[in-house]
């Protein structure tokens, strides 16, 4: 029976969302749907399919964090957050954005690091202050919309838009648009970089505890234009789709953190030579994709299927059901949590494309050009990256992907017609990364 109002409620939970429409929030006064919601989990992780609700439906549902000693337990993509803290909404130089998400939380080292870096780069660089974007839920854990890893409070974003002079309403904080980095998919508008910037990311970079920074490779390129012969900090400073409006924080792993999961380090060099060579071509080709019309009937790519509770490890069951606030699911069945990360809006412009004239320019040079090699991403990275899913998959090690490892973010799509063979042998970048 209560497998069957949570199969009910999940249900609703899925139109709901999907509908984008707020109802009424009508807490539930009785005990936290939690039990129900990690019994029915517990239950069906027994049988082969299906393996339980997705995990994002339950830890996006949840409004406060575990009462358990701070700890991320689990991978950047594959995991969850006991005893988060939440760092405050303004500080002295930093003010967290987007307030009706409600994942502004994170480990307390996380915290500490922020605090830190918004003081030191407004005290040494003249940075005015730091807009936070997304860290992690309460209980960390996979996310509704925008990221697939920032699940086990070590993730942040962190916008490329200076602070404003003034402490932001709450509404200001839903409505204000981040900046765009980018003049086009290639390209940073030296109009609205400055070196201000670079000495931002450098500063991010520069602490011991950052395992890597994430920025779009037109950033990437532009850092290691300004980076003069100070260049240690740049291998920590990855490509990624998506991130030209953000760049994104990852943390290591705490020292002695048991059950934290970290990344292999980079790779030591600054990666301004092949590497980011390959993400233009990459980018090149993702810019033909997305302008290609999608066939009607056309084979899609297998969607790999959300994480559920099984997949996750075993801990995070705890860290979902332990103490109160827990999932507040109305009686109606919507989450308001839920309901809120996927109403507000996105935190930047979407990304620039290539004007008509420009394409048929690039798509007579890429005709032009031989097939690339091994080393570049092949159609199986774009068959292994689905919606959902971290980010492309690499093809060999040698594949930029790869070298910047896991991807820190966001849900993609791959369009029908990638599915061809004679479609482009690249991952489409995510167009809603936050
Ligand atoms: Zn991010």
Not at 180 to 187: E, G
Not at 207 to 214: K, L
Not at 385 to 414: R, W
Request: charge should be positive.
């Amino acid at each position: 029976m209560r497998r069957l109002t949570l199969g009910l409620v999940l249900l609703l939970i899925c139109g709901a969302v999907s509908a984008k429409q707020i109802k009424p929030v009508i807490k539930s006064a009785t005990k936290p749907a939690t039990a129900h919601a990690v019994g029915a989990a517990k239950k069906s992780a027994g049988k082969a399919a299906p393996k339980g609700p997705p995990a994002k439906m339950l830890f996006g549902a949840v409004t406060a964090p575990a009462p358990l000693a701070a700890r991320a337990i689990g991978s950047y993509a594959r995991g969850c957050l006991a005893g988060g803290v939440s760092l405050p909404i303004s500080g002295p130089d930093w003010q967290v954005m987007r307030l009706s998400r409600n994942r502004n939380w994170g480990t307390p080292q996380l915290l500490d690091y922020l605090e830190r870096l918004a003081s030191d780069t407004r005290a040494l660089d003249g940075w005015p202050g730091l807009l936070i974007g997304d860290m992690a839920q309460p209980r960390g854990g996979p996310m509704i919309t925008g990221h697939s890893s920032h699940q086990i409070g070590l993730d942040a974003d962190v916008w490329l838009t200076p602070m404003p002079d003034h402490i932001l309403t709450r509404q200001e904080r839903e409505d204000i648009t981040a900046t765009s980095m980018l003049k086009d998919p290639f390209t940073v508008d030296p109009k609205v970089w400055t070196p201000l910037h670079t000495k931002l990311i450098k500063r991010a970079a520069s602490y011991p505890q950052v395992s890597r920074i994430f920025v779009h490779p037109a950033i990437k390129k532009m850092l290691c234009q300004q980076a003069g012969k100070d260049r240690a900090w740049l291998g920590k400073v990855r490509p990624w789709w998506g991130h030209y409006y953000h760049f994104h924080i990852r943390l290591k792993c705490p020292p002695g953190m048991t059950g934290c999961e970290d990344q292999k380090p980079p790779s030591g060099d600054d990666g301004c030579g092949t590497e980011l060579a390959n993400w233009f071509t990459m980018l090149r080709s993702a810019e033909l994709a997305a302008a290609r019309p999608t066939t009607p009937g056309a084979p899609s790519l297998p969607k790999k299927p959300p994480l559920t509770l099984g997949d996750l490890p075993k801990e995070c069951m705890t860290v979902l059901s332990s103490g109160g606030g827990g999932p507040v699911i109305a009686p109606d069945g919507t989450v308001p949590a839920a309901l809120n990360a996927v109403a507000g809006k996105d935190a930047g412009p979407p990304e620039p494309h290539l004007d008509p004239e420009a394409l048929a320019a690039l798509k007579a040079q890429m005709s032009k050009s031989k097939p690339k090699s091994k080393s570049a991403p092949t159609a199986a990275a774009a068959t292994s990256a689905s919606a959902g899913d971290a980010a492309p998959t690499p093809a060999s090690a040698s594949t930029p992907a790869s070298a910047s490892t896991v991807g820190p973010d966001s849900t993609q799509s791959i369009p029908a017609a990638q599915a061809s063979p004679a479609a482009p042998s690249v991952p489409l970048p995510h167009r809603k990364s936050q």
